[in-house]
């Protein structure tokens, strides 16, 4: 498959395309595969009537507009848009949402954890690390305790892609405390900060997270290079041992034209790209960028599913004809 995308405004966004069927679970349509990672997308506009919990792998879910909280026997985290929010494998949980929301979750097939380039040899986060403890945010108990938050007794189990209903006979929410080293947490997107150069830096320095097969990436509003010849638009460029996939958030993309908020492209492995014609030029000068976006490289290829075939933005490709 050649680079694609969903564009928006003008084009079928996914905020115009997602599912809007209900809840978080519901919603959701897996656009992108591959043994370690699946993307899903969803336009949920009501919260979850039941427990859930993904046997298959840890999620993050970027929040690209919306705002509730996720409850779990650990405890509650609250989330706004342009978050990302973790939950571990397994673990029951439901979404409560304040309204409609645009998510896109990564399912990772292998557990998702900070960079091990972030991590001091004891295992906490190191100074050279572009985010702190600080910045996480973890579950607390509201006032009244877990029974307060009256969980659902249903809980849905998704195993092996198979979903299977369990009726609990007691609260699950109905804990004395928790140990372990897995939580639930919440992170801002604009905590991320990532290294500055004089001249262009390679993607690895927007690296967020991390698995076996696959790295999730931010970028963030920040300085650009400050050589005196630098050039800040990035070059053209091939990955030939990833697939590239950018989910764009807001603010004006240097290396794109005609690309807004809640579009998603492809660039799949060895595949030549770079920047739009003209953006070269048009960066020179500059010095900040105020583009905000998600980006997820994997080691094995990634496989379209119909639901990314069925809002692919077909002139794309030509789109660096001059």
Known sequence: MSASSVQAPGARSLAQTASTIGSPLL???LFFTNPDIGVWL???????????ANADGDELTFVHQGSGRVESPLGVVPFNDKDYVYVPQALPHRWQLDGPALLMTMEARSPLRVPKQYRAPEGQLSMYAPYTHHDFVEPVWPEGGAESLEAPRRVIVQ??????AFEMSHDPFDVVGWDGQMWPFAFPILAFQPKTGAVHLPPTIHTTFAGNGYVVCSFVPRVVDFGKDAIPCPYPHSSPDCDEVLFYVEGNFTSRKGVGPASITLHPRGLPHGPHPGTYEASIGTTRTDELAVMIDTFKPLAPTRHAAAVEERAYNTSWVR
């Open 42 to 52: 969803g336009r949920p506009t009501e919260s979850e009537p039941t427990l859930v």
């Open 159 to 164: 195993s092996g892609g198979m979903l299977t």
């Open 27 to 29: 919603s959701r349509q």
